[in-house]
């Protein structure tokens, strides 16, 4: 006869094995506000502070009083629509570890309904997720630092399209001047008509400097 319980060892064996690699732990909870575990499998202790047998039956503390207070309202939501579609849920949020500091995680779960089609268990997994987390902040840090950057060089070229306006209105006065000079004055006319270039291909090289940052900082408003 098949050694059934052989088998179902093995199974066991492998399904421990393949929990105790989770950056997590995975949870059975009562449909309730206070989230309050019926099972819970895995590294809650390295993730919340608190063992298994702390966590179930809120025994030591519930996991709901785990969740950050300005993610609470995420969370909650995040679980009332998917419980009312009857579909799952995955959402970001943060909890405070025993010892005091924040966590960032992620839990994808979803509603077990009882014989009459109503949600009684609430399950899934909860994942450690700070290195993303500390990547992402990392990345929007140096985004924002590039876009503060553009902002300062487009400040400075807007300065020097002003100072380029004055030029040109230096340059307009002493064409003036010149003519009224006559051959006395051809010399400065020339010198006036120069610098009246130079200001409007330096003006040009100025704006398009502007533009390209305004191009940039869009760009980097939609990488955030």
Known sequence: MPNHKAD?????????????????????????????????????????????????????????????????????????QAVAKGGHWDVDYRIRHRDGNVRWVNENGGPVLDQDGKPQYLEGVVIDIRRRKDVESARHEQIAAVSRLSNSIITESNQILIVLKALRMLSLNASIEAARAGEHGRGFAVVAKEVNRLADQTGLFAGNISNLMVELEQELKRQI
């Open 8 to 80: 179902d060892s093995t199974e066991l064996d492998a399904f421990n094995s393949i929990i105790s690699r989770l950056n997590g732990f995975l949870y059975r909870c009562r449909n309730n506000d206070q989230y309050t575990m019926q099972w819970v499998s895995g590294r809650c202790r390295e993730l919340t502070g608190y063992s298994q047998d702390e966590l179930r039956q809120n025994k030591a503390v519930s996991y709901a009083s785990l969740i950050h207070p300005e993610d609470s309202a995420i969370v909650h939501e995040a679980v009332s």
